[in-house]
């Protein structure tokens, strides 16, 4: 499944780069050998099996010996594997190992740590950033405010999603297939969904937060969904103020520090 995910995100960061980076009147080229490759390693992600050299042949409607030295050069690199007995052929460990040797998750905390801190000393409030795995947010890094008394959200840290502004953020930034897969952990669907509408439209979220009384959460969203690099950038405060003097306060910084994580990531909305 990783391995499946890895390759849907290098494709969404390719077409990422096209879309944003490449002037519409450069001229195309075509790469059919490098084509050739990728929709080799593209059919592979999508089955949950291993493949003969005929069944993928028959899958990209070319004939076996076309693709037989592709295939072999791919072995080679270690992107495919072939098993000795059945001759069949699966996806190595190798693509996921490159999707991850420069993960967009780790350049959102290398881009966050300046602005994060910035952040709390504009404010005097602590904030961490945080993502999505499956129905949890993951907290990712921390900045403490100096104050003796202060909120904590441990590196590391995981909580339900839809129980905190962090994850409500990101749930809202979902694509819609993607939501849907959600859909069952929401509860009150029919309300929840229209909160979530809400949120992406507001481009923040304001919670009393469900997992821990007498505290204020403000969340909004930083890097670019479209290519599975987004997280929420969050403060998290007591509840010494109204909530609306509390976002009247914070958030025009926190959109801030938002922008400036995206930016230095690479990842622009």
Do not use: W
């Not at 879309?19 to 050739?36: C, D, G, M, Q, R």
């Not at 300046?114 to 945080?130: D, Y």
């Not at 439209?201 to 690099?229: E, F, H, I, W």
Request: a neutral charge.
């Amino acid at each position: 499944m990783e391995i499946r995910e890895d390759i849907d995100f290098c494709r969404k960061i390719l077409s990422y780069i096209k879309v944003n980076f490449i002037h519409e009147k450069t001229p195309t080229y075509s790469v059919p050998a490098l084509e050739k490759g990728l929709d080799i390693l593209e059919v592979f992600a999508s089955r949950r099996h291993p493949l003969t050299l005929s069944e993928l042949a028959e899958s990209l409607d070319r004939n076996a010996n076309e693709i037989f030295r592709m295939v072999s050069c791919l072995a080679q690199r270690g992107y495919l594997t072939r098993d000795a007995e059945s001759g069949s052929y699966r996806l190595s460990l190798r693509l996921f190992e490159l999707a991850h040797a420069n993960s967009p998750v780790q350049e959102l905390i290398r881009s966050s740590h300046g602005p994060m801190r910035k952040l709390m000393e504009e404010t005097g409030e602590s904030c961490h950033l945080s993502i999505l795995r499956g129905s949890d947010i993951i907290v990712l890094a921390q900045v403490e405010t100096r104050q003796p008394i202060r909120i904590s959200i441990e590196p590391g840290g995981r909580f339900p999603a839809t129980q905190t502004a962090s994850g409500k953020m990101l749930l809202a930034h979902l694509p819609e297939d993607e939501l849907a897969q959600h859909s069952r952990t929401l509860p009150q669907q029919p309300a929840a969904s229209k909160l979530l509408q809400k949120i992406r439209k507001d481009g923040y979220c304001l919670d009393l937060d469900a997992t821990r009384r007498g505290v204020m959460d403000l969340a909004v969203l930083a890097g670019n969904p479209s290519v599975q690099a987004a997280c929420a950038i969050t403060i998290t405060a007591l509840r010494s103020e109204s909530p609306g003097n509390f976002l009247k306060r914070t958030l025009a910084p926190l959109l801030a520090t938002a922008e400036a994580i995206t930016t230095a990531s690479g990842f622009n909305l």
